[in-house]
Nanobody, 125 residues
Framework: QVQLVESGGGLVQAGGSLRLSCAVS????????MGWFRQAPGKEREFVAA????????YYADSVKDRFTISRDNAKNTVYLQMNSLKPEDTAVYYC??????????????????WGKGTLVTVSS
């Protein structure tokens, strides 16, 4: 069984930065392309960013491109989301997910193999 545990959320002022981490249990971390999604109150879960198994390929939602950076450390079984220039509209619960196949495009939340429980990011204006 693979378990995902997010951390690093919190309260930050607009324009600030946060770094989210997602620690993944098990020896098979490198087999999974990894993604971040978020869900704001009253809204559907949406794709944020994804990284390939090796970490060499990434893809971002237009809303976060040039502000967020996804990366992974396969030796540490961890995927990261560096978030800069945060805006109030970035306020959401952020979830990491393990996918089955790499796709160079926005991921659907359907079909993810595993999910974390989420970490709350609140950006004040």
């Amino acid at each position: 069984q693979v378990q995902l545990v997010e951390s690093g959320g919190g309260l930050v002022q607009a324009g600030g930065s946060l770094r989210l981490s997602c620690a993944v249990s098990g020896r098979t971390f490198a087999r999974y392309p990894m993604g971040w999604f978020r869900q704001a109150p009253g809204k559907e879960r949406e794709f944020v960013a994804a990284v390939s198994r090796s970490g060499r390929s990434t893809y971002y939602a237009d809303s976060v491109k040039d502000r967020f950076t996804i990366s992974r450390d396969n030796a540490k079984n961890t995927v990261y989301l560096q978030m800069n220039s945060l805006k109030p509209e970035d306020t959401a619960v952020y979830y990491c997910a393990a996918g089955s196949n790499w796709y160079q495009g926005p991921w659907s939340s359907d079909g993810m193999d595993y999910w974390g429980k989420g970490t709350l990011v609140t950006v004040s204006s």
